[in-house]
């Protein structure tokens, strides 16, 4: 069974540019979440999705959004690149919401996004 | 909003038993305890979990106080593939979020 799914492995962007980070979760799983990694610190909870609706955000400006789609894949946008936002951008996939289960959440090996 | 604490490193020798600690003093009766793992270059990968009672698995066990204001994760005999950043998290029910510790950089020595 394929795990969770990110493209692309790295993506290099110049400040105030867009980036967009893909996420396939694993067959069957209808909830994501979006992590940053910043170099040296630890995750930050960005987004939860859930059959298709945003469920939670952390404490990230407006510029951070995203989506979910019909097939459950997800999508992470970042608007006006900033220096601070190089990071390693972590997917995670659920079969439902592990708040209600407290099941596990299963991580994609990340998106390395740089900004220039 | 409830948070976790974790010593940023800790060192053992191979074959010898790890005690990872971690505070999480404000937790609420719902909140679960999670541990993950994240190796060099990898996503981070699910070790344990549980909510008031200790719990084992062929990876690690699970020790919870009874006030459950700390847990400690227990690798019962440390391999050199064990070394990496353990993450104590909790999973608030009330507030739907998912509050990961600092991590602990677990060093492991031949």
């Known amino acids: 069974e394929a795990g969770v799914t990110q493209s692309p492995t790295h993506l290099i962007k110049t400040r105030g540019q867009q980036a967009t980070l893909r996420c396939s979760p694993i067959?069957?799983?209808?909830?994501v979440y979006w992590y940053q990694q910043a170099l040296g610190l630890g995750l930050q909870f960005l987004l939860w999705?859930?059959?298709?609706?945003?469920?939670n955000r952390g404490n990230f400006p407006p510029r951070f959004s995203g989506r979910q789609f019909p097939n459950y894949s997800s999508e992470l946008n970042v608007n006006a690149l900033e220096l601070e936002d190089s990071a390693l951008y972590l997917c995670?996939?659920?079969?439902?919401?592990?708040?209600?289960?407290?099941?596990?959440?299963?991580f994609g090996e990340g998106s390395r996004l740089t900004v220039l | 909003d409830a948070k976790t604490t974790q010593p940023n490193s800790m060192e053992s020798n191979e074959e010898e038993p790890v005690h990872l600690p971690c505070n999480h003093s404000?937790?609420?009766?719902?909140?679960?305890i999670h541990w993950y793992r994240q190796l060099p270059s990898q996503g981070p990968e699910y070790v344990i979990h549980?909510?008031?009672s200790n719990v084992n698995n062929r990876m690690a066990s699970l020790a919870i106080a009874e006030d459950r204001k700390s847990s400690t994760l227990i690798l019962h005999r440390a391999t050199l593939r064990d070394a990496a950043v353990y993450y104590c998290?909790?999973?608030?029910?009330?507030?739907?979020?998912?509050?990961f510790g600092q991590g602990t950089r677990l060093t492991i020595n031949p």
């Open positions: 067959s069957g799983h209808t909830s």
């Open positions: 999705y859930d059959e298709g609706e945003e469920r």
């Open positions: 998290i909790l999973l608030i029910q009330g507030a739907q979020k998912l509050v």
């Open positions: 995670a996939s659920s079969p439902d919401r592990v708040y209600v289960g407290a099941g596990e959440l299963f």
């Open positions: 404000t937790i609420s009766g719902t909140d679960y």
């Open positions: 549980g909510l008031t």
